[in-house]
């Protein structure tokens, strides 16, 4: 490490913290040398201890908070400093949104060389609590009792759930955990050890719908039976009269992947209804679903509003997975065409259409930056692209692809602020304006945002 390091592993210091990281981590600054500080907020003084270093930063846990800042407030949850779920119940509410829109005005000025762009307010919630329809929670032993809860940060050791359930997860699934640890305890059922490859459950998942109170239970298990399963989910059913399947994933592999390859379903049907807006949605084990389904209609109603549309326009929705976007476009569009890599989704989203009534819409499975010339070079000239790429944002090919066919407008759904403005600046390179940026907090308590931009030809 170079001598111009000033802090050394296990040292404790003092530290005045000025800001927060993307990620929400407390930032201070010791003898000009960075310090990330997890659970530190600005204003706040600290005690903390360095953990890691780095060359041009180090990271530093809390040992004492010496004097809070005048914002701070109580974490509504008594694990939170333990657990690594939640980066920001420490912060209220109002601010966690400010932080957003900090987080992107910042990443577009860095990362996209974008200046003066204008970026609202970031859309909140409510009540931001109880808001998440899945979960899929680690289980295991310490001594004799079964944890079950979250992974601490940066490790899999499992910090248990207190008595009244996790914050953020809808209510039934606090309410299923505690059925379901009951019965573990029942029929004497082993849990999995990570470092010995032995034991029988990995994670308990479930999912429910918002609308509809439906949840579905799946045991992921590492082996091929679940002894006493149906008896299980019998006394599960009972008792939680809400559940309406229940199923086990087979899951024998080494590996961080929660769901294995196999599904068996054990007592009641494949899949649960919900809606999103006026559409409904059946959801299998392994669909994609938005985990937050009020904000993902505020997020779905804002792209709808971006893309300006008057019911003449043909439409491209890129990286459509399920087609849930290509949905509420549909509305208003004359054609709404689909494009995904991920076959079954395509046919999630084929079936998904049939089921609403929507007719105007066609989806095709392949690689964006193949599909779309194809389609331009057979005369299809789209007046709007929607994007939703995952978290690693667009490869410039299918930028370029974008940005040759030249819609009238292009506008970007991101859950990730880093690769959007990457994305961003490569585009207005290109003959593209960012006119707007809407923030919107689909995880409350988390440092994640999701955001809308409005792009338009130049």
Same mark, same amino acid.
């Given at each position: ?10 040292? &404790? ?11 929400? !981590? ?6 000009? +040398? ?27 846990? /809390? ?25 920001? !119940? ?9 932080? %957003? ?5 910042? =990443? ?24 998440? @329809? ?59 050890? #990570? ?15 918002? #609308?509809?109170?439906? $949840? ?29 399947? +229940?199923?086990? =994933?087979? @899951? ?31 959801? =299998? $084990?392994?669909?994609?679903?938005? *985990? ?25 929705? $890129? ?6 976007? =290509? ?18 989704? /395509?046919?999630?989203?084929? $079936? ?10 066609? +989806? /095709? ?5 193949? *599909? ?19 978290? %690693? ?8 692809? +974008? ?32 006119? &707007? ?11 994640? *945002? #999701? ?6 030809? *130049?």
């Amino acid at each position: 490490m170079p001598t111009a390091v000033p802090v050394k592993k296990g040292q &404790e210091i003092e530290l005045a913290i000025e800001d927060l990281s993307h990620d929400g !981590q407390g930032v201070g600054r010791y003898q000009g +040398f960075t310090i990330f500080v997890p659970q530190a907020i600005p204003g706040d003084r600290v005690r903390a201890e360095i953990i890691s270093l780095q060359k041009n930063y180090a990271r530093g846990l /809390i040992t004492a908070v010496i004097a809070p800042s005048h914002i701070r407030c109580k974490p509504a949850c008594g694990i939170f400093s333990a657990c690594g779920g939640c980066q920001l !119940q420490h912060l209220p509410y109002q601010e966690q949104l400010e932080f %957003k829109r900090r987080v992107v005005v910042e =990443s577009l000025a860095r990362i996209g060389k974008l200046q003066g762009v204008t970026v609202h307010p970031t859309l909140g919630m409510k009540d931001p609590w109880h808001y998440r @329809n899945k979960a899929q929670i680690p289980l295991g032993r310490k001594g004799k009792e079964i944890v079950a809860g979250y992974y601490a940060p940066r490790s899999h050791r499992i910090i248990g759930m207190p008595p009244e359930g996790c914050r953020i997860q809808h209510p039934l699934i606090n309410k299923i955990l505690a059925e379901m640890r009951r019965l573990i305890a029942k029929y004497r059922l082993t849990t999995y050890s #990570e470092e010995r490859g032995t034991g029988l459950l990995r994670h308990l998942f479930v999912r429910v719908g918002k #609308e509809t109170g439906e $949840a579905m239970v799946v045991l992921v298990i590492n082996g091929s039976q679940l002894p006493k399963g149906k008896a299980i989910a019998r006394e599960l059913m009972a008792a939680v009269p809400q559940v309406v399947s +229940f199923g086990i =994933s087979i @899951n024998t592999r080494q590996t961080n992947l929660v769901l294995g390859d196999k599904f068996r379903l054990l007592a009641g049907k494949e899949t649960i209804t919900d809606y999103i807006g006026p559409f409904r949605f059946e959801i =299998s $084990a392994l669909s994609f679903f938005q *985990v937050n389904p009020v904000q993902t209609e505020v997020l779905y109603n804002k792209a709808v509003e971006y893309a300006a549309l008057t019911g003449r326009e043909e439409v491209v929705d $890129a990286y459509c997975g399920i087609g849930t976007i =290509s949905l509420f476009l549909a509305r208003k569009a004359k054609l709404v065409v689909g494009i995904e890599t991920v076959g079954t989704a /395509i046919r999630d989203a084929k $079936a998904n259409a049939r089921r609403n009534g929507v007719t105007n819409v066609d +989806f /095709i499975t392949g690689d964006v930056d193949r *599909v779309l010339p194809d389609l331009w070079e057979r005369g299809f000239r789209p007046d709007v692209i929607v994007l939703d790429p995952p978290r %690693k944002g667009c490869a410039p090919s299918a930028l370029d692809t +974008f940005a040759r066919i030249q819609p009238d407008r292009i506008v970007y759904v991101s859950c990730n602020p880093t690769t959007l403005a990457r994305d961003l600046g490569y585009l207005a390179q290109r003959g593209y304006k960012v006119q &707007e940026i809407q923030p919107v907090d689909m995880f409350p308590q988390t440092a994640h *945002v #999701e955001c809308v931009v409005l792009m338009t030809r *130049v």
